[in-house]
């Protein structure tokens, strides 16, 4: 097991055998799901999948919607950038019209060999 801190690592070391830990699996990767399977399976920990998400029962009716702003493309070529860390709005050159100085919105983008969606 890493030396660093992790909550998986916390949960391992802190729980009793045979606890069981829930998480919902559409927010975590499948091989981070599977290293927390192999962290928890030394010490007799279980690790399930919510059918539902808790914090949508929590959100209930009055989750907020979500922010209604436009996206414009600042330079129409698609940026090259050695450090993967920055982001889609790094890698296309996008920014918030209606907010002036943060760039920040939710975005996805399916990037294959010969495609880009």
């Given at each position: ?111 294959g060999r010969d495609y880009v969606k």
């Open positions: 097991m890493k030396d660093n801190f992790s909550i998986i690592n916390w949960l391992a070391r802190n729980l009793n055998n045979n606890s069981i830990v829930a998480c919902d699996p559409q927010l975590v990767s499948i091989s981070e799901w599977k290293e927390w399977e192999r962290i928890f399976l030394q010490y007799n920990i279980y690790l399930i999948s919510l059918e539902v998400n808790l914090i949508d029962l929590l959100w209930n009716d009055q989750r907020p919607s979500l922010p209604d702003t436009s996206i414009c493309i600042s330079n129409n070529e698609i940026q090259s950038s050695s450090n993967p860390g920055r982001g889609l709005r790094r890698l296309f050159d996008l920014r918030v019209v209606n907010i002036q100085f943060n760039s920040v919105f939710l975005s996805f983008a399916l990037i």
